[in-house]
């Protein structure tokens, strides 16, 4: 069974060290990601900020729950 994001009721952002001076190129890097995948990305978003994740040289990990029928 697939899904696309449609089907995506909420959207979970981890985000290395957060601060609202970060806050312009994530909504940058949001849009453009939206824009690439042909979708809107208001979705009920949860923000987090993370001292690091799993891979050190990456800044912000999505994890996305969907809802299929």
Do not use: N
Not at 8 to 26: M, N, P, R
Not at 31 to 59: K, N
Request: hydrophobic share 50%; charged share 25%; proline share 4%.
């Amino acid at each position: 069974m697939g899904g696309t994001f449609d089907d995506v009721a909420k959207v979970t952002l981890y985000v290395v060290d957060w601060d609202e001076s970060k806050l312009a190129g994530l909504g940058e890097g949001v849009g453009r990601a939206a824009e690439r995948l042909g979708v809107q990305p208001l979705r009920p978003t949860t923000l987090i900020s993370v001292a690091a994740l799993a891979e050190p040289d990456l800044m912000v990990e999505v994890d996305a729950i969907a809802v299929l029928a």
